[in-house]
Structure formats: structure tokens, C-alpha cells
């Protein structure tokens, strides 16, 4: 078992002891995915039948990398049959398996944020209350917070303490909104993401036999960043862990930072409660950082008193100091910091991709893009508008979603005046009544509007039933064709193609090239299918987007720029040069913060998570004054600078009052940044925040059928296909056969690519071309 030598004695002794609850301490850097990957094909390796392992996280990219490792050790066939996926992405497999006990159908639709935001402001406005008071937004994190904590629509209606905070917020009527979103919901056949977790906890609670089955085929859990659980998470574990209690659960109690989305550091805190007889690794090697970027973490986070104590140590002796940069003004700290990634990076030189711009709040980028413009350095924000958020594209995909599930209210109102067939708003408005009036879906009120009109004439009839006509003959051919073959259909014969291609400004250039990037993923995800002997049908492909992740949509054009980013999307995430900016009293830590011990040390933990992304070097800058809705403040330096021991940072500039007695040094390469600041360059003048223009040239949207990049390729007869061989894959590159399986017409390749890993292809339908 050449693996197990790869990893050290610690991490080793976590693969290799697989029996029984275990706890891995896993510190910033210190491979918990490689023991995780490991552990697993440990199992593998005994004998344990892969679809008896349960593995949970919380990305899909990080699923898809442990997959891609074990598929290395144990092969792709064992790897492909593991349960592993994110929680929502699992859970959603077990219901719609199971979703007639709960009263759903099981082509439910998963809503997203938008798409609950949309139906909250729907009953708001029914309800005739004040959009202002009752936003939205807070209405449904209200609600998103209850069923977190297994609070139902009728369970929230009687508790008081719920009530009196509500009544506090202005917000009386939460309850009785809370209750019409979960009936909508499920007139609706739909459910939101929180619901995939209550939902879940409830099919346990209520069907007993149904929890038997899945704790008895489930003999190993394996949960990645346990501290990230909420209470609905940690419940589902703990119930199917029950039966065998074979759960190992890797984690950072000091990268515990999501409170604010319900992740409660009890759960990994009182594992040992929850399983008294647990066994304990802690893994503190650090791999990432150096020892100067381990020990100045370590001396922040020790003051954090609710913590389970470890100390964490680098393989990557000495590095440099932490710099610490000083700026009279916030633009001056934009300033510095972009010319610093360009000296740097011309200096040592490095790529884009190997610098992070680090920020407690979304509303700080905006300096930083301006500054990095200036010097027309390339970048990339993350937690901007996703790809599949944009309008034109939640459109379409609303038309798909009508074709899975005709009863999904939302991408009704989406999709039935789009494009423009002269059925207005008043005559929505009457749909809706009529089926918040009857108990019924919209789509059944549409359907039967021949024998019940609901006030609307003869006209608006007609064309509301050639809307149910269109859909009708979508959903017709939902089994029969392929997600491509489905989607440009739709896209076609709703004339949505055709209005975004006559709109010749920049904007409906942009749109259209949207639809075409969207149906070449859509034509991706079906060849990859086929090829991989999976369901190609747009119900699956709806499944996968619906259940995307931060980080999931990375591009290659996305990769060397500067990467920009809340301190809180860069969780996992790793760059050689780092700067976090805003290190001020009331940004960071935050003002809402200050006043809750509890609170504080998640801001300190927030903080350890910034610095440990570094593997090289850390820059920390902070501003004298800043504007802040349209005023000037004067902060402070943050505490945590104070916290930090004095002897693993540098000064830019002479000390002042406020941080106290640290006695550190000041560097003469670093303090040219006061001179570049006097110069009468550098002008504050403010300029509108514009997003950098991507050339023609740089855009790698193509057209669907475009095939010119791929004119000169040529499968091979798949017949001569044989072990052994090198070849090449249009989308994978080249690679090498390992080994087949089965007999024709249904043979299996098992392919090693330079670029993707390892896949399991269906050797008819790969077009493989041998070399």
C-alpha cells in the first residue's frame, strides 16, 4: 500500500484507524483532504463496498477532487459508486428517492436565492404590507435561520420568543408569511435549499423504516469541515451514524467562521460528548505556510478561549515577516497595494494568479478595482453575479425547469410573458389569486381555463393556453431527448434566441453570447454523460446547476489575474502572496462584533483564516481615514495587529501611539512607499467604478456549432482500441488507456488524462483518437 507513505505518522494513523467515531484536528494547511481521500481508499482497499461510504462536504469542487485522488488509488469504477457529494447535492438524491412520503413529487425544482426572494415579495405585496419593513431579503433569512434550527412554518407560528423578536423588528406578520412560502412551495412542487436539510430531518423523524435503510447501508460517514455544520446538518450525521457509529469527522475549530449562516462550533467543540469513546488526531504540520506566517497565526488565535488547543507547526522553515502598510487614506491604500503586486510581481517574477486581495466586506473592493485599473493589471472578483444569476440566462433555465416540473410557480411568472406574447401583469395577477383562492397550482389554473376564465376575455385566454401549449410540448419530449437536443429546442421555439440575436446593442451582443455559452455547457454536460454512461436529460443537468457552489464555474480564461475576494469566499483557498486590506477597528473586527465575547473570537477566527491562505507572504495594510456613507472616520488599527507577536512583523512606517510598545522593524525597501505617495501623481479624484472590458480577442465564447477548433480531430475506430495505448480526447487531452472492461457494444475504458485524471468512459460514444 505505497500510499499510506506518503503521509506522515499522525495523518497515517487517522487513514489507517478506521473503526469507530474519530475526530481530526485538521490545522490551516496540514492536508486534511489527503487524509480524508486517503482514509477513504483505505476502506476501499479493506474491502468495504463503495456505496456503503456516505462522504460529506460542502463544495461540489471539493467532491470532485477527492473523487479525482481515490480514482488514482482504488480506480475510477469503485470511486464513481461512493456516495460523496455536498450535503444539499446528497440529500437531494435521498428525497427525490423518497419523495412521495413527504407529499412531493419527485421532479421537484430546487429554488434558488433569487428565486425564494421573488416569491417572498410576491406574498408581501398579496399581503398588502410595506416592502420596506418587510424586505425580502431579511424576511427570508428569517425564515432560512428557523428551519436551520428544525423550526417549521407551524412550530415558528407558536413560539412566542420568535414572535417577540419579530414584533421587535417591526415584522409581526413573519409567521403567517413563513406559513404562505412553505404552502407556495409546495403548490409549487418545489423546495429551497434549506428545505433539503429540514426536509431530510423530517423524512427521518416521520418515516422510521426509511431511516433504518439508509443507516443500515451507510456503514462509514465521513464529514469535511464538521466546524461548518449547522444544527440540521449535524442532526442528519448523528441520526445515520447511529447503527454502526463509524463517523470521522475532519475539521478546524479555529477556521470556524459561518455563524452568520447558522454553523454552530458546539457541533466539533462537544464531539467528545456526542461520542465518548472517539479517538483524537490532531494534524498541525502546516504545508502551506511558512513557519513565520504559522507562528504569527498561532499568537492571534491563542486568545481565543473557546478553542480545542493545538499547535500548529510549519515544514517550511523561516520566510519572511509580516509587512504591515499604513495609508493617510483608503484610496492611498488601493494605491499602494496594487503597486506592490505589480513591483513584486515583476520583480520575482510571478503570474497574476499568484496574488489575493483579501477583504472583510464586498463594499471595499470597489478602491481596489479602481487601482489596479490604473495600472491595467487583469483581476477577477469572486461572490459577483454568477454566471447562472444573470437574467437572460435564469430565463431560459426557467423554461427548462417548466419542461421538469410545468407546477413550478416561479419560472411560470418567468417565462409566460417572455418573449412578449401579450399576457400583462393584471392577468397574472388574476392567475395567482385564482390559485392562492382554490388551493391550486398556477399551471393547474392555466390548464382549466376553458371551463373556469377568472375574468379574463377570450383573447388573453388564447394566449395564455398557446403559452400551456408550448410548455406542454417541451415537457413531451423531456424523456426522450438529450439536454442539448431539448435545450436548443426550447431556445428556438420560444423565440428567445431569435429576440436576443436582433438585439444588435452591446448589451443584447452580451446576452445572445450568454445563451451560446450556456448551451455549450448544456452540450458539454451531455457528451460528458454519455460518455460516462450517466442520464443525459435536461432534468439531470438542472439538478447539477441548481446545486452549484462558490468556486464550482472557475474558467481557465478566469485563472492569471489578481483574485479579489471577501475573507469568507476564500476559505479552502490558497495564493503565494497575500494581502489583507481594512485592518481597522469597527471593519475588522467588525463594529457589530465588538460588543459579543462570542462574536470577537469568530472575528479572530476570521482573522487566522485571512493570514493562513498565505504560503509565502503576508501584507496587512490598514487606513488613517476612510469614507463610510458619504463621511470621513478616523478608525484605529485593528486589534488583532496589537495581537500579533511584534517579532514576526514588519513596520512600513514609524510606529504611533495606538498600537502600543511592539518594537518591530522598519524596512528601507518598504518605506518607498511613503515617497510614492507624496508624488504628485497619485490624485484622488474619484472615477466611476467600471468593470474592465474583456476584448474580442480574449472572449472564449463561441458559437454552438462552431467546430473549427476541432476541424483536424478524428476519432479512431473504437474496436482498435486497446490497453496500453496513448490517446487523445477532444475535451480531456491526451491520456492513457488502463485497462477495459466489459463486452461490445458496451465496453469501458478506464483513462488516465495529463490534465483531468482519471475517467471511466464508454468507449462507443468517447470518440477517442488514438496517437
Same mark, same amino acid.
Given at each position: ?46 474491502? &468495504? ?459 443584447? &451582443? ?34 447539477? &446547476? ?28 490558497? #495564493? ?11 471593519? #475588522? ?50 486589534? #488583532? ?111 488516465? #488524462? ?18
Amino acid at each position: 500500500m505505497d500510499y499510506l507513505n506518503d503521509l506522515n505518522p499522525v495523518q497515517r494513523e487517522a487513514v489507517e484507524k478506521t473503526e469507530g467515531p474519530s475526530l481530526i484536528i485538521a490545522g490551516a494547511g496540514s492536508g486534511k483532504t489527503r487524509v480524508l481521500t486517503y482514509r477513504i481508499a483505505h476502506l476501499l482497499n479493506k474491502g &468495504v463496498r463503495p456505496y456503503t461510504i456516505l462522504a460529506l462536504t460542502f463544495t461540489n469542487k471539493a467532491a470532485r477532487e477527492m473523487k479525482e485522488r481515490i480514482s488514482r488509488i482504488v480506480g475510477s469504477e469503485q470511486a464513481q459508486s461512493l456516495w460523496m457529494g455536498t450535503f444539499h447535492s446528497t440529500f437531494a438524491k435521498i428525497l427525490r428517492y423518497e419523495a412521495e412520503h413527504l407529499g412531493f413529487d419527485s421532479n421537484f425544482t430546487i429554488y434558488d436565492t433569487q428565486d425564494s426572494r421573488n416569491l417572498l415579495r410576491s406574498i408581501i405585496k398579496e399581503m398588502k404590507l410595506d416592502d420596506k419593513v418587510y424586505k425580502a431579503k431579511d424576511v427570508l433569512n428569517r425564515i432560512s435561520s428557523a428551519k436551520n434550527n428544525l423550526v417549521t412554518a407551524n412550530a415558528y407560528s407558536q413560539n412566542s420568543a420568535a414572535q417577540e423578536i419579530d414584533a421587535s423588528n417591526r415584522r409581526p406578520l413573519t409567521s403567517e408569511i413563513y406559513k404562505r412560502y412553505n404552502h407556495r412551495c409546495r403548490q409549487a412542487n418545489a423546495m429551497d435549499f434549506d428545505d433539503l436539510l429540514l426536509q431530510t430531518n423530517i423524512l427521518f423523524k416521520n418515516s422510521p423504516e426509511i431511516l433504518t435503510k439508509y443507516q443500515n447501508k451507510f456503514k462509514y460517514i465521513l464529514v469535511d469541515e464538521y466546524q461548518d455544520t449547522n444544527y440540521s446538518q449535524y442532526l442528519i450525521v448523528k441520526k445515520l451514524a447511529e447503527q454502526h457509529k463509524n463517523v470521522s469527522v475532519v475539521g478546524d475549530d479555529a477556521q470556524s467562521i459561518y455563524s452568520f449562516r447558522g454553523a454552530k462550533i458546539e457541533n466539533i467543540l462537544n464531539f467528545r460528548n456526542d461520542y465518548p469513546n472517539y479517538q483524537l488526531f490532531k494534524l498541525e504540520q502546516n504545508y502551506r505556510s511558512t513557519q513565520i506566517i504559522v507562528n504569527a497565526a498561532n499568537s492571534v488565535i491563542k486568545n481565543n478561549k473557546g478553542q480545542i488547543k493545538k499547535e500548529s507547526f510549519s515544514n517550511k522553515e523561516g520566510g519572511e515577516n509580516i509587512k504591515v502598510i499604513k495609508a493617510m487614506t483608503d484610496h492611498e491604500e488601493g494605491y499602494i497595494i496594487a503597486n506592490d503586486i505589480f513591483e513584486t510581481k515583476m520583480r520575482k517574477r510571478l503570474k497574476f494568479e499568484d496574488f489575493a486581495i483579501l477583504y472583510r466586506t464586498n463594499a471595499q473592493s470597489r478602491i481596489f478595482e479602481e487601482s489596479l485599473r490604473k495600472l491595467n493589471l487583469p483581476y477577477k472578483i469572486y461572490g459577483g453575479l454568477s454566471f447562472y444569476q444573470r437574467k437572460e440566462v435564469k430565463d431560459l433555465l426557467s423554461y427548462f425547469r417548466m419542461a421538469v416540473n410545468p407546477n413550478d410557480e416561479e419560472a411560470i411568472k418567468r417565462t409566460i410573458n417572455y418573449p412578449k406574447r401579450g399576457i400583462g401583469a393584471t392577468t397574472i395577477n388574476k392567475l395567482q389569486d385564482a390559485a392562492t383562492s382554490t388551493g391550486q397550482s398556477m399551471w393547474n389554473i392555466i390548464c382549466g381555463l376553458n371551463e373556469r376564465p377568472y375574468g379574463l376575455n377570450t383573447g388573453t385566454i388564447t394566449k395564455v393556453l398557446k403559452f400551456a401549449t408550448l410548455v406542454n410540448g417541451f415537457a413531451m419530449k423531456i424523456e426522450h431527448e438529450s439536454a442539448f437536443d431539448l435545450a436548443s429546442r426550447v431556445s428556438k421555439e420560444t423565440g428567445i434566441i431569435k429576440e436576443l440575436y436582433n438585439d444588435r446593442s452591446p448589451e443584447g &451582443v452580451s446576452r445572445h453570447e450568454n445563451i451560446q455559452e450556456l448551451l455549450t455547457a448544456i452540450q458539454d454536460f451531455t457528451q460528458i454523460a454519455l460518455e460516462e454512461g450517466r442520464e443525459n436529460k435536461l432534468a439531470n443537468y438542472l439538478e447539477d &446547476v441548481a446545486l452549484l457552489t462558490d468556486h464550482d464555474n472557475e474558467k481557465d480564461e478566469d485563472r492569471d489575474k489578481v483574485s479579489m475576494m471577501t475573507i469568507h469566499s476564500s476559505k479552502g483557498l490558497e #495564493f503565494p502572496y497575500l494581502y489583507v486590506v481594512g485592518m481597522e477597528e469597527d471593519l #475588522f473586527p467588525s463594529k457589530l462584533s465588538i460588543a459579543s465575547p462570542q462574536e470577537l473570537e469568530e472575528e479572530r477566527r476570521l482573522f487566522y483564516v485571512a493570514i493562513t491562505r498565505a504560503q509565502e507572504k503576508v501584507s496587512l495594510s490598514f487606513a488613517k481615514s476612510r469614507y463610510k456613507w458619504g463621511d470621513i472616520s478616523y478608525p484605529r488599527p485593528s486589534r #488583532f495587529l496589537k495581537e500579533m507577536d511584534p517579532k514576526y512583523i514588519d513596520f512600513t512606517y514609524e510606529q504611533e501611539p495606538e498600537f502600543g510598545n511592539l518594537g518591530s522593524r522598519t524596512t528601507e525597501s518598504d518605506s518607498s512607499h511613503e515617497q510614492i505617495m507624496s508624488n504628485s501623481r497619485f490624485q484622488q479624484k474619484k472615477k466611476p467604478s467600471l468593470r474592465p472590458k474583456l476584448s474580442q480577442t480574449n472572449t472564449r465564447l463561441k458559437a454552438i456549432n462552431n467546430q473549427e477548433a476541432n476541424k483536424n480531430f478524428e476519432a479512431s475506430d473504437a474496436s482498435k482500441i486497446q490497453a496500453g495505448m496513448q490517446i487523445e480526447h477532444q475535451r480531456f487531452g491526451k491520456g492513457k488507456v488502463l485497462h477495459l472492461e466489459g463486452e461490445a457494444p458496451n465496453i469501458k475504458a478506464t483513462v488516465f #488524462f495529463q490534465n483531468v485524471g482519471q475517467k471511466q468512459l464508454l468507449l462507443k460514444f468517447a470518440k477517442l483518437k488514438i496517437v
